[in-house]
């Protein structure tokens, strides 16, 4: 017999320490959490919808089959989450001044995802489809980049990128001219 889900609405959750423990079989619609630490939790099965998260910790948390619709990430310590467990129905983010580093993105569907002054180091975005993202002021330092669909993604203000233009889509994406570097980086030049 399935567990009965409870629905939580607008409601606003803080400074909740939910670390290492489990929580399943809710369902969160336009609720806020804040300074909230989920660190080494399990999320499984659950749906956040039209959420907020303020200033919370999911390093290392479980979120196998979690629904994330438009869900926002504000100053979110967001440590080795592997993103393709989630639920991909209606997939959608976005991220302000977040540490997401050593996350995987490995072919998921990201189009017009923010993410903004964000650190993304060692972030795998291989075979995603981040068409139509923006990368403001965010830290790229050893992201990868493989047979991934960057066509008209913003990269004029992100730093420390390296992405081959010949194993990716980039058809109009967005480089300021001060990060050529970034894209020739293979052919070892010195780009004074």
């Known amino acids: 017999m399935a567990a009965e889900v409870i ?21 969160f619609y336009k609720c806020k959490f804040v300074m909230c630490n989920f660190t080494k939790s399990d999320l499984r099965g659950n749906d956040f919808e039209d959420c907020t998260f303020e200033d919370c910790n999911f390093s290392m948390t479980e979120i196998e089959g979690v629904g994330f619709r438009n869900a926002a990430f504000v100053g979110c310590k967001i440590l080795g989450i592997d993103f393709t467990r989630c639920n991909r129905l209606m997939f959608s983010f976005s991220f302000e001044n977040c540490i997401l580093d050593y996350c995987t993105f490995f072919g998921t569907k990201l189009k017009k995802t923010h993410f903004i002054q964000c650190s993304l180091k060692e972030v795998d975005f291989a075979e995603a489809d981040l068409s139509l993202s923006l990368f403001t002021n965010t830290d790229l330092s050893g992201a990868q980049f493989y047979n991934t669909n960057l066509e008209k993604v913003d990269f004029s203000s992100a730093t420390n990128f390296s992405i081959d233009p010949e194993s990716n889509k980039l058809k ?21």
């Open 172 to 192: 109009k994406a967005k480089f300021s001219a001060f990060q050529l570097e970034g894209l020739l980086h293979k052919y070892q030049l010195n780009i004074v």
């Open 7 to 27: 629905t939580h609405e607008n409601k606003v959750f803080e400074n909740v320490n939910h670390s290492g423990k489990t929580l399943r079989d809710r369902e």
